[in-house]
């Protein structure tokens, strides 16, 4: 998803970094105490729709012709006090109205009447709409708010597609028309795609995952001046702040040696698969463990030596073997590569009853799914991309039609372990509390990526690390690596090796664009 978080300056914020995530409902009842507290309805309304005009002009600089879309209820009001704002400032403004309006949003659409702007009904100029649209320099969305909880009616849903067939740019109020706020997932078959969200209040759990991720386009958070919220009454999701989660990292004092730095022992690299540990392993070397040790095929034991001299490499034919290997690691990553043959099944047992902290990833995941007896008896991160998210919730006994957010927590409490649900807009679901990495990029869908992630994790675990805060930072380092490289060679060519290079980079300090991606 897009980077860009920024915040209308003419407003109260919340600081993005240690934002807390809402449902629709608890924004609703934010909402409901303002206005008790004083705040008249409309005049919230009024911030929202000066809000986003602000942030309009700021993006859009030359606009001089602006369709505005307003539905029935709230959002509709802030479509017609934007409308409102726009024609102020001389702009060409053409709205369309959808429904009715009723309460607050009537006295906006009102006071645009007021103004001698005609409203056109949407139903009655259905051959206009699309020339008009045609002819904008901005679309404003402000059919259907957070209150949506199921598809768009037919109305909504094809000017819906009108507007995602336009390369005309378009600002979302709020939220994307279609988009669930509370899990991101589309409500009907698609959703408004803005490059511009102006969202109000607080944040939306669904902005930040799922669909929404490729319907939000550029976020900007206006507070409205409501700065007094409530913690909600179900369990809080935070967005990860990554510069408290830097904080923590140990600081290399002068009489450091490697023992000081953790022990990471890799798992897994069964037949055909030696660069998933490979890749794991040289991520936990680059980001601070002192010793890494991989245990793999004896078959492939020259070949890590040869790619990572710096590995130390055992074949594995007796799983007793692992057991020395165990006894000496402070963190072990079980699943790279590992395949699903009674080789593997094995190691994963004899890790699994071992007291060291684990990372469960990729087929390891995928045996305790089947066998869910398999699972780690000590503390262990659980890493799963949403495929394997699902069949572990077969295994586990979950609800697979869970969001993302119940999801992971639901995997969390049955499993008694954390979890790191992979995917845009990776959750973690920690025993202390749920966070979700803003930080990401499609280039990071590559053989290997999730390799490189296990890996950094069990590096920060290895030096001392909550495993809940070494996901929540490793996540915010691996999205960030993606963002950089997609900011300077585009959206192709990324390799699961190259993430290292930017994540070790943001660890010494260095802003994301100092990295290089050939090199440390």
Same mark, same amino acid.
């Given at each position: 998803m897009a980077a860009g978080l920024h915040t209308?300056?003419?407003?109260?914020?919340?600081?993005?970094?240690?934002?807390?995530?809402?449902?629709?409902?608890?924004v609703r009842e934010i909402d409901r105490k303002a206005i008790a507290s004083g705040t008249s309805g409309i005049v919230l309304m009024r911030r929202a729709a000066e809000a986003a005009w602000q942030a309009a002009q700021q993006k859009y600089a030359s606009l001089q012709s602006i369709v505005v879309?307003?539905?029935?209820?709230?959002?509709?009001?802030?479509?017609?006090?934007?409308?409102?704002?726009?024609?102020?400032?001389?702009?060409?403004? @053409?709205?369309?109205?959808?429904?009715?309006?009723?309460?607050?949003?009537?006295?906006?659409?009102?006071?645009?009447?007021?103004?001698?702007? $005609?409203?056109?009904?949407?139903?009655?100029?259905?051959?206009?709409?699309? $020339?008009?649209?045609? *002819?904008? #320099?901005?679309? !404003? #969305?402000?059919?259907?708010?957070?209150?949506?909880? *199921?598809?768009?009616?037919?109305?909504?849903?094809? !000017?819906? @597609?009108?507007?995602?067939?336009?390369?005309?740019?378009v600002l979302a109020l709020d939220i994307?028309?279609?988009?669930?706020?509370?899990?991101?997932?589309?409500?009907? @078959?698609?959703?408004?795609?803005?490059?511009?969200?102006v969202t109000f209040i607080a944040y939306k759990r669904g902005l930040f995952t799922d669909a929404a991720t490729e319907h939000v386009g550029e976020l900007v958070f206006a507070s409205l001046?409501?700065?007094? $919220?409530?913690?909600?009454?179900? @369990?809080?999701?935070?967005?990860?702040?990554?510069?408290?989660? =830097?904080?923590?990292?140990?600081?290399?004092?002068?009489?450091h040696y490697k023992n000081r730095s953790g022990h990471v022992l890799v798992v897994g690299g069964d037949y055909g698969m030696a660069g998933a540990v490979i890749l794991a392993g040289r991520a936990a070397l680059r980001c601070g463990s002192g010793l890494v040790t991989l245990a793999t095929r004896p078959e492939h034991v020259s070949a890590v030596v040869a790619a990572q001299p710096e590995l130390m490499a055992h074949g594995i034919e007796k799983t007793a073997q692992l057991d020395a290997l165990?006894?000496?690691? #402070?963190?072990?990553?079980?699943?790279?590569?590992?395949?699903?043959?009674?080789?593997s099944r094995q190691l994963l047992e004899r890790a699994a009853q071992s007291a060291v902290k684990a990372v469960v990833d990729a087929d390891a995941l995928n045996l305790v799914s089947a066998e869910p007896k398999l699972m780690p008896v000590a503390e262990a991160l659980l890493t799963p991309h949403p495929g394997e998210a699902r069949r572990l919730a077969i295994g586990l006994g979950v609800d697979t039609s869970l969001d993302r957010f119940s999801l992971a927590q639901a995997l969390r409490d049955k499993s008694k372990k954390n979890v790191l649900l992979?995917?845009?807009?990776?959750?973690?679901?920690?025993?202390?509390?749920?966070?979700?990495?803003?930080y990401g990029h499609p280039v990071l869908a590559t053989a290997g990526s999730g390799d490189v992630l296990s890996g950094i994790v069990a590096? =920060?675990?290895?030096?001392?690390m909550s495993s809940g805060d070494s996901a929540a930072l490793a996540a915010c380092l691996h999205g960030h690596a993606g963002e950089y490289w997609a900011s300077e060679n585009g959206a192709y060519g990324m390799l699961a090796g190259d993430i290292i290079a930017a994540v070790v980079a943001r660890m010494n300090g260095a802003g994301i664009n100092a990295a290089k991606m050939n090199g440390v």
């Open positions: 209308a300056s003419n407003v109260m914020s919340m600081p993005l970094a240690s934002s807390a995530l809402y449902t629709a409902a608890q879309l307003c539905g029935a209820g709230n959002n509709g009001g802030d479509g017609y006090l934007f409308a409102r704002a726009a024609r102020a400032a001389g702009k060409r403004v @053409e709205v369309f109205a959808f429904a009715e309006s009723k309460g607050d949003a009537a006295t906006a659409r009102q006071a645009l009447l007021g103004d001698g702007v $005609h409203i056109r009904n949407a139903a009655e100029d259905l051959e206009a709409l699309p $020339h008009c649209l045609a *002819g904008a #320099d901005l679309v !404003v #969305d402000a059919l259907l708010g957070t209150g949506l909880a *199921g598809a768009p009616r037919p109305a909504y849903a094809d !000017v819906i @597609e009108k507007v995602n067939q336009l390369q005309t740019p994307p028309s279609g988009i669930c706020a509370d899990s991101g997932r589309l409500l009907g @078959e698609q959703a408004v795609a803005a490059q511009l969200t001046g409501v700065t007094s $919220h409530s913690p909600p009454d179900a @369990e809080p999701v935070l967005l990860c702040n990554q510069a408290q989660l =830097l904080s923590q990292l140990p600081q290399k004092r002068a009489n165990l006894a000496r690691a #402070d963190v072990v990553v079980i699943g790279p590569g590992l395949g699903q043959s009674a080789w992979k995917g845009a807009g990776t959750i973690v679901a920690a025993q202390d509390q749920t966070r979700l990495c803003q590096a =920060l675990m290895a030096q001392g």
